[in-house]
């Protein structure tokens, strides 16, 4: 009875394998240009990354100015916040400063009050 041999179905690794066969069996000068190829494909790689990818310098660049206008952005906020507790409070305690406000932004009067103005020449 003739012996049966089975093929094994190429996989996808097949053509890798092929190279490596190639490489093994062939001349110096050869492995040398293929290793040189493949370092500057690395190199490039790298180039690319450092230029245009996630964590390329022009974004982290990026990332810091919009960090620190944030920072500055926080303390302005926090600033304004504070004063507007301190007019809150004043205006919830303080009938003497409303009425300051009244007199100096409205420019409202007491009734039978005269105010009198001089301008300056």
Known sequence: MPRRVRRKKPSLLAPAGNLLKKLSN????????????????????FTISVTFGTYSIPRITKLYLKRDALIESNRRLTVQLIDDARVRDMLASNPGYIEHIARTRYYMVRPNETIYRYRGR
């Not at 000068?29 to 790689?45: D, E, N």
């Open 26 to 45: 062939a001349d110096n000068r050869l492995r040398r240009r293929v290793l040189k190829i493949s370092l500057w494909g690395l190199a490039g790689l």
